[in-house]
C-alpha cells in the first residue's frame, strides 16, 4: 500500500509539471513563437504524432530501440512486473509481434538498447533489468540476445544475463546505453538530484557478477532514458520534461563527451515519457510514453533538418 500511494503521488506530480508545457506548446502553436529559449530547433523538428501504440500490449512501455537490419521496425517492453517479453512495432506503432526472453523474468524492466556483442557484424538487443522504485535490490540484470534475422508474430529467445551491483549501494534506474565503439554498457541513476553514470566495460560482461564502476555526475535528474547513434556520434538523454543533446567528437570517451553542456531539443509533452531511440542513420529520434492518466501511448518522431548535420 504505501509503494502504492508513492507511485500515486509522484504520478500526480508530473501531471501538474507537464501543465506549463502544454500551455507554452499551445502558445507557441497559436502566435508562433519560442517560451523556451534552451531549446535549439535547428537541429530536429517538433514532434510529429506518426501513429498510436496499442495499450493492450504496450501499457508501461519503458524503453525503446530501433532495428539495425529491419527498416522501420521498432523495439520496446513493458516495465515492472510484466511478461518477459520484448515487443515489435512499426515506425507507426502498429504491434508485429514479440519476442519471449526464455528463463527470465520481468521484475522491472526499464530500457532496451542495441549494441555490439561476441560475434562480429552482429547486432545485440540489451534488456534492462534496472528498475530499482525504493532502492531495495541488491543486484541487477542485463539480457543480451542477437537482434532476430527475421521478424515473426512470436520468437523465443535464450539469452546472456549479466548481474551487476552497484559500488554505493542499490540504485534505482530507467536509463542504459551501449557503446557501439567498443560495447561498454552504461547506466544511468534516476532520483538522485544530479543523475549518476556508471560502467561495465565490455570486457568485464560474462557470467560472473561485477561491481559497475562510477563514472560521473551529471546535472541531470529524473533521467527516463537514453540512446546513442549507431555511428556513435550523438547522444540522447531525457527525463520527463527535456531532451539533452550532445556530439561526440572522433576517439572521445563517452564520459568526455558528457562532460561538456548539453544541447536541449524538441520535445511533446507526454504523460509519462520513459522511453527514447535514434534511427539508425540518427536522422531522426522517436519518443514514446506509457499509458498514464487514460492516456494512450503515442509514438512521436522528431525529423532532422537538412542543415543539421
Known sequence: MKLFITDLILKLFFLFSLVP????????????????????????TTGEKVGEVDSKMLAEASGLAVSRIHPGLLYSHNDRGGKPDVHMID????????????????????D???????EEGVNYIYVGEIGDNVSEFKSIQVHRFPEPAEIQERLTVKPETF?????????????MMVDPWNGDLYLLSK??????????????????PIVLEKVMELPITLSTGGDISADGKE??????????????????????????????LPYKPEPQGEAIAFTPDAGAYYTLSEKSFRIDPILYKYSRKSSGK
Open 21 to 44: 508545457f502544454v500551455l507554452s506548446e499551445k502558445v507557441q502553436q497559436r502566435f508562433d513563437v519560442r517560451l523556451n529559449p534552451l531549446v535549439e530547433d535547428s537541429i530536429f
Open 91 to 110: 515506425s507507426l506503432g502498429r504491434h508485429l509481434g514479440m519476442i519471449r526472453l526464455e528463463g527470465v523474468k520481468n521484475r522491472d524492466w526499464e
Open 163 to 175: 548481474t551487476f551491483s552497484y559500488p554505493d549501494g542499490p540504485k534505482d534506474s530507467e536509463t
Open 235 to 264: 547522444i540522447l538523454i531525457k527525463n520527463y520534461w527535456v531532451v539533452y543533446y550532445w556530439v561526440r567528437q572522433e576517439g572521445e570517451t563517452l564520459e568526455e563527451a558528457l562532460a561538456r553542456k548539453a544541447t536541449q
Open 191 to 208: 532520483r538522485d538530484s544530479s543523475n549518476t553514470l556508471y560502467k561495465a566495460p565490455y570486457e568485464k560482461l560474462g557470467p560472473d
Open 112 to 118: 532496451i538498447a542495441i549494441g555490439p556483442g561476441p
